[in-house]
């Protein structure tokens, strides 16, 4: 999908704040409410848009250490690689599981209440997983999202 | 702090950030009066951040995702700051984290196929300052990716 600049502005706004109404949008833009709908459900129509997402303080709902974890499997195999995909996407302390390409297999983002709490959850559910070989952990300092080349 | 109303009104939104003040009081089993004083509580003591809309990249033609895990050259006192504020100039990079570990800075890169990667490497990141060394990881699938929190 091609974008002209209105569209490019849109999803600069959304990407930070989806709460406004379509008739706020179209004041920032310099559309109408229908002009200002129609382009973003033309935008959702063509998955530009993928959803929404809930912003949380995760540290004041008690969640104060993020964890990636790099992770190798010992054993490789595609039956492999789907058990353990299902097995790491069901435990709920993992936010993210990325397959990727390089010096690990998958990524993965863990959040915890404190590091005890993560070691828990290493020792407990990650690490007793079948296949699991080598595992690197980086405790997140700080995160900020860019919006990108829009 | 949260109680188990405010946690169940999160994991509600947490799911679907899009329903409304009446839906939520039904699902908790208050009114809809009630679960706006709660909502505006929650905004107010900074927990509910409101929302965001999540870009699929791949749908406007940014088919390549590399996680480059960076370590900085830390005999320079400046080099987070300085290698942070030049980062946030390539368009490409979606995410800059920081981390204690192995890796010091993480990059979420996207480009629209290897050449164009290849390009954004060599010119954008590779003449970044201080970095001592670079891993890259390319991203093959996302198998989850909804960050929710397990409240």
């Not at chain 1, 190798?72 to 058990?83: F, H, I, N, Q």
Request: proline residues 4%; aromatic residues 4%.
């Amino acid at each position: 999908m091609t974008l002209d600049d209105i569209d490019r502005a849109l999803l600069r706004i959304l990407s930070r704040n989806a709460d406004q109404s379509t008739k706020q949008l179209g004041q920032k833009l310099g559309l109408s409410q229908p002009a200002t709908w129609r382009r973003i459900r033309r935008l959702q129509d063509a998955g530009v848009i993928a959803g929404r997402k809930l912003m949380l303080d995760a540290e004041k709902v008690g969640f104060g250490v993020t964890v990636f974890l790099g992770v190798k499997l010992a054993t490789k195999g595609r039956v492999s690689l789907e058990d353990f995909e299902r097995a790491v996407s069901a435990i709920p302390e993992i936010q993210t599981v990325d397959h990727v390409l390089g010096l690990y297999d998958y990524r993965l983002r863990v959040v915890a209440r404190d590091l005890a709490d993560f070691e828990r959850v290493l020792r407990r559910r990650i690490m007793t997983m079948p296949g699991v070989g080598d595992v690197e952990a980086n405790v997140l300092l700080s995160e900020e999202r860019r919006p990108g080349p829009i | 702090m949260l109680d188990d109303i405010d946690r169940h009104l999160l994991r509600l939104l947490q799911s679907d950030p899009s329903r409304g003040v009446p839906d939520l009081a039904q699902a908790v089993g208050g009114t809809p009066a009630r679960v706006s004083r709660r909502l505006d509580r929650l905004r107010d003591a900074g927990i509910f951040l409101g929302s965001h809309a999540v870009i699929n990249w791949r749908a406007l033609g940014y088919d390549v995702a590399v996680s480059l895990r960076i370590t900085l050259d830390k005999t320079v006192a400046r080099a987070f700051d300085d290698f942070i504020q030049a980062a946030r100039s390539v368009p490409e990079v979606i995410e800059i984290q920081t981390f204690l570990g192995r890796v010091d800075v993480r990059l979420s890169v996207i480009a629209r196929d290897l050449p164009d990667y290849q390009r954004i490497y060599r010119d954008d990141i590779l003449t970044l300052p201080h970095i001592a060394d670079i891993e890259a990881l390319m991203t093959v699938a996302s198998v989850k990716s909804d960050e929710s929190l397990p409240l």
